[in-house]
């Protein structure tokens, strides 16, 4: 095609501004419904024949080019990358959706924005001429990319999208991957060895320290080992380093402060609303994210209840549209260390909440202070507080404005590179492998008898994979050699036995609580009084007695065992306060049991329930129907040692 006599003579009248394209780069002549898009010095040209009045040739833009397509698996999103020439000598890449581009009011100014000059403004419907260009542009040679909605891995192993856009990598079979969520970015600043020699060496000086590394690291290790979120919650006085162990752990993906815009980093708090955490959550997918002051999550816990839930199921609150139609969303799968004085459990209880065991393996509590310790750092690296004080600063000074967000890219590119060579399987294995040492030389080991085994497992799955993603930190250069298997083991080790001491369906825990069973007995000489609504006596062997609430029955004859009866309401009340009787009871072996409740169904949960001892015809000494906890007192000073 030629153009016009009088876009010939205009061209000639005018002149023209010379492209920035390279001359060998050839551009289209595009012809669609009457109208010819033809370049010409730097500009798209309209010859227009669909006119009434005859042939019209016009000045339509500067330069552009569409340069890619993608799409996403569900097709929902799709669009053009598109190349603008204007005055700077390199193009500016605008990411256009369908929804922007057949929309020609935004599409101009989006365009304008990033430099395109619009000649023919003036003209009718030249909005919808740059729509139609870029609409028919030539496909043919245009790269196919695949676009990407979240962030994290799109490909575990291969791909994976930073928040705000930036993309490591791209799928297995090559195809580049496009973020479309270019929103709150993520912040690097420095480089990888001074960021190991200011944070990751000092780091060596706290085996808490050491583990927010790991559960940072983990982050991005959940997706590709099928693990669920989990993470680590530091407690413990005030002004004993909780959050300079968060700081640190933050640093790894990016600054512990946007200035930007506040609280849409890594690290944030737990004053927000249930919105904020979930949005929150879900920018840092296959990373880390950081909640400080656990004791200021009255909104998130009035919205949601059990916080450790609202974390691990990894699905935010179900929202509807204006239509009646379900909302789009996204989850998360990541690490999260939280901080606060107090455990999640005992917060929680402060706010009327009972936090079941199921959900309490999910964030596992650590005491912020080593054993022997005065603050988070272990005995004997500083002599008085004011020094660790001064380490403490520094830290937070570094985390925030001098070494951050290069670890964690470093680490993701050794993931995908080591995947490219080795495949993904080679390093399940590997993470396997790591997983399977920590469990053998450093984690404590779980009692087959206890019901709640499984609880307590999940506890220390989520130590094997920290222990794993510092190994595999180490190995892939992203942590100095100064992070030994000792160091490494040595800190998880005490962190895992900080953890279990404080997890209710641990082996310490159901001990503590035998013990506190115990002492109630004893103190109260075998019959544990509590409440003042009930005035009945009744006859026990050798004594008569006021039963208020909880009585110590022993055995009928002298080979019976000793047997304690307590009221289920005296239990909960006023021997273990706060806690369901049934979370604490699936702690204990079968052996302890004496009750004689029927099982119920076929999923075998009557059998759990042997705790109960309810019948119409009491044994002499009990009330009747009334619901008591039964417990062979021998069986339970067997478990307190």
Known sequence: MTLSEKTIEKIRNEGGRESSLDEEQELPIISN?????????????????????????????????????????????RGVIVDVYGDDDE??????GMDVVTRPDRLAQTLANAGLQIFAASRQNCKG??????????????????????????????????PGGEVLGCLSNGTRVISLKTKSPDQSKGTLPEWQKEIAEGCLKSS????????????AVLGLVDVSSRGLHFYGPSTTGKTIAALAAVSVWGSSKNLSKPGNGHFASWNSTVASVEFHFTRNNSSLSALDELHLAQRVVRGMGDVSLLFGNETPTGRGNADMTGRDQAGW??????????????????FGIEQSVGAERRIPGVYAIPPGGRDIFEPGYFPSFAESQIFVDRIRRVTESEQFGTAGPAYVNAIIAFCRANGIGALRKKIQDYREQARRDWLPTINGNLIAGQQVNEVLISFEVFFAALKLGREFGVLPESYTDESIGGAIQSCAHSAMQEFRGSDWKMRSYAQKILDALIQKRGHFIVSVESTKTVNVPDERLDVYGCLCRFGIAPEEPEIAFILTDAFKNSIIPRCSVASIMRLFPAACFAGNDTPKGKDGDGEKRKWIYHSPKPLPGLEPNQRYIALKIKELQKLVG
Not at 91 to 96: A, E
Request: hydrophobic letters at 40%; one cysteine or more.
């Open 33 to 77: 419904n009457g109208h010819e898009f033809v370049p010409k010095d730097g500009a798209y040209w309209v010859h227009d024949n669909k006119d009434a009045h005859g042939d019209r040739d016009f000045k339509l833009c500067s330069i552009l080019k569409v340069v890619g397509q993608f799409k996403s698996d569900d097709k929902k999103s």
């Open 91 to 96: 193009p500016q890449r605008v990411t256009l």
């Open 129 to 162: 001429l740059i729509s139609e260009l870029i609409l028919v542009y030539p496909r043919a040679g245009v790269e196919m990319l695949r676009s990407a909605t979240v962030n994290g891995w799109v490909e575990p192993g291969f791909c994976y999208v930073r």
């Open 208 to 219: 808490r320290m050491i583990a927010a590394l790991g559960v940072s690291l983990a982050g």
């Open 333 to 350: 799968r990541e690490t999260l260390i939280s901080t606060g004085e107090i455990s999640i459990s005992e917060t929680l209880a402060k």
